[in-house]
């Protein structure tokens, strides 16, 4: 099966650093690649994903690369604020399964 | 209003009790599935389904089980609850293939479970 790494485990930055968590999956089938944000108290949420055929995707103040002959995807967070702090977690599906493998996730914290 | 919610939020129990967590969603969706996750170790999948006459064993199903009751409503249960079961689990519904959201997962806000 699919077998996703995540690092660093826990990250401490700045307010207005950026900050990149790096991801790595082991099953070249896989074709979907979101990222959770998960705040104190609450459920995971969705903040953003990008599909193989893609290498690059925006979303005002993140981003995510993937790099698929390397097998690696990246978050990045730019000016970074203290609502930023949370715990974040990659994932990978295999095209059809529909069903994500999780990385065992970043603690994003933000010093004001 | 929460799409999906969870109860209890919290529970205590002790050893060898049997505990039910509930999961019930208004987003219509027919895929549900429950996950569990511990310090350090990410979210790890207990069981899913895919619509109200399809369970399936996710990759830590030992001494878990599930009934899917109706399309909006899937319950965990511990049929005798040890203390390394004590951990946080989650809920999470997902769309149909086709609909372009079919990978996105929507969580609850989680149980709180402490076997003592």
């Known amino acids: 099966g699919e077998n996703v790494e995540q690092h660093p485990s826990t990250l401490s930055v700045q307010e207005g650093d950026s900050a990149v968590i790096k991801c790595t999956y082991s099953?070249?089938?896989?074709?979907?690649f979101p990222w959770y944000k998960q705040e104190l108290g609450k459920g995971p949420q969705l903040i953003i994903d990008i599909r193989s055929n893609v290498g690059e995707k925006k979303d005002q103040r993140i981003a995510v690369t993937l790099n698929k002959t390397a097998k690696h995807f990246s978050l990045h967070i730019t000016e970074t604020q203290p609502e930023d702090s949370a715990v974040y977690f990659c994932a990978a599906s295999i095209g059809g399964s529909y069903i994500p493998t999780f990385g065992r996730g970043t603690s994003l914290i933000v010093h004001p | 209003d929460a799409d999906v919610t969870q109860t209890p939020r919290n529970r205590i129990t002790k050893t060898g009790k049997r505990i039910m967590l509930e999961c019930s969603q208004t987003k219509g969706h027919d895929r549900m599935y429950w996950y569990r996750q511990d310090p350090g170790l990410g979210l790890q999948l207990i069981y899913y389904s895919f619509d109200v006459k399809d369970i399936n064993k996710g990759e830590i199903s030992d001494g878990y089980s599930v009934s899917r009751q109706a399309q909006a409503k899937f319950s965990l249960s511990l049929e005798s609850a040890i203390p390394n079961q004590t951990a946080l689990y989650f809920c999470?519904?997902?769309?149909?293939?086709?609909?372009?959201?079919?990978?996105?997962?929507?969580f609850g806000p989680g149980t709180r479970l402490l076997v003592l």
């Open positions: 999470a519904t997902s769309d149909l293939p086709g609909t372009g959201k079919q990978e996105t997962q929507y």
């Open positions: 099953d070249s089938a896989s074709n979907y």
